[in-house]
């Protein structure tokens, strides 16, 4: 069993900045994937990013690309994504996930943590 928690979304003003954090805990992480969804009101969950936990490589959604990085901390479990010159139609609740298959959040059996709000204001 694996339990995931984010922490860092708040409200922010748009061109601001924000990072999550996705701390693991329950087993060890290393065949593992992390990835970073979100869900706005009145819409369906979206993938945002993912990384893979060993080798460090990444992937992002087309509109978050090269405003948003990715990564993980292996020593303390716990994954991070950087969201810089935020925008109004970023906000949502954000959700990380982890599974053993790529990519991870795509699977019945892979881990979900309980979200975090992201607010970016106009």
């Known amino acids: 069993q694996v339990e995931l928690v984010e922490s860092g979304g708040g409200l922010v003003q748009a061109g601001g900045s924000l990072r999550l954090s996705c701390a693991a805990s329950g087993r060890t992480f290393s065949n593992y994937a992390m990835g970073w969804f979100r869900q706005a009101p009145g819409k369906e969950r979206e993938f945002v990013a993912a990384?893979?936990?060993?080798?460090?490589?990444?992937t992002y959604k087309d509109s978050v690309k090269g405003r948003s990085t990715v990564s993980r901390d292996k020593a303390k479990n716990t994954g991070y994504l950087q969201m810089n010159s935020l925008k109004p139609e970023d906000t949502a609740v954000y959700y990380c996930a982890a599974g053993k298959r790529w990519p991870p959040g795509s699977y019945p059996d892979d881990y979900w943590g309980q979200g975090t709000q992201v607010t970016v204001s106009s």
């Open positions: 990384i893979t936990w060993n080798t460090g490589i990444t």
